[in-house]
Each structure stands twice: as C-alpha cells, then as structure tokens.
C-alpha cells in the first residue's frame, strides 16, 4: 500500500507535468489545479425539439433562417453546432459544450432564444401560440453526435403528441 503524503503525491504529480509551470514548495499545502485544454474532454449531444402545434411545420423561411439563428446562439455562447437537421415536424441539432454548461442550460437557452426569433418574424405562428414557447413540451437528448433514425423520431414526436392529448395512446 502506498503511504505517500498528500504533499509527496502533489509534488510527484508536479514533476511529472514538464510543460507546465508548476510552483510547489515546501511550505504550500494546497492542492494544485491544472487547466485542462479544451481536447481533453468531449461533451457532445444530440437534441430534438418538436413545434409545439403540429400544423406550425418547419418549412419556407422558418427553416431557411433556423440553421443561422442556431449558428448564431452556439457561437455566442461558445459552442459548436456540429450539424443541423430540420425535416418539417421536427429540429434535430448536435453540438459540443463545455463541462461547465450542464443540458437543461443550453436546452432552455436553446428553445428560449429560437422561439423568440421565430416569434418576432413570423407573426402568424405568435398569433397562433400566446404561450411564448414556440417548442413542444420537453425534449430528446443523447449524448454523443447522433443522426437519430427516422423511428426514434417517429416514436418521440408521437410520445409528445400523446402527452399533449392529441393522439390516443
């Protein structure tokens, strides 16, 4: 069993990190943190939402400004949107975050910021939806870059469509 000291282990570990410049000495006892490059963690996920209202499909211009609406929020808040892929009834996007940006954050500002583009250029489907949120209920996430089979998104769009009462179950 190895007995080393915390001190003896953090030391250790600072030699062993020959490009970085680590200062330990022997009267400091604190634990030394290293910042780790951006190529040495990989979080990724694959995301679906769903209209809100069936009959509001993603087409025409709808569909021709969301890829660089989406672009924009990514670059924004420095992600990066690996593809895009809009089929009418459903939005499906991959993109890489850093560890510090848990899901439900980047979801939310994700749904908040597209709906509100949506609705301050298609005034028709503000008319038709005064909840504020363009998006269904909910949504699928999957870590990892994705392109979801055609029945999984069958099967999600139904799920949601079944929650909101829409189609019997």
């Not at 570990?13 to 634990?31: G, I, K, Q």
Request: a negative charge.
């Amino acid at each position: 069993m190895d007995h080393q000291t915390t001190k003896e282990r953090i030391t250790s570990f600072a030699f062993e990190l020959e490009e970085t410049d680590v200062n330990v000495s022997s009267d400091t006892p604190e634990v030394l943190l290293v910042p780790v490059q951006q190529e040495y963690y990989d979080l990724s996920y694959t995301c679906l939402f769903v209209p809100r209202f069936p009959n509001h499909q993603l087409i025409g211009d709808v569909a021709e400004f969301l890829p660089d609406w989406l672009q924009h929020i990514c670059i924004a808040y420095g992600w990066r949107l690996e593809f895009i892929h809009i089929d009418g009834g459903h939005l499906q996007w991959a993109l890489h975050v850093p560890p510090s940006e848990s899901p439900a954050h980047f979801l939310q500002i994700v749904r908040t910021q597209t709906s509100k583009y949506i609705f301050e250029n298609f005034g028709r489907i503000k008319n038709e939806n005064p909840s504020g949120d363009f998006w269904a209920a909910g949504y699928f996430i999957r870590p990892g870059i994705y392109s979801l089979t055609d029945e999984t998104v069958k099967q999600y769009i139904g799920f949601i469509r079944r929650q909101q009462g829409l189609f019997s179950s």
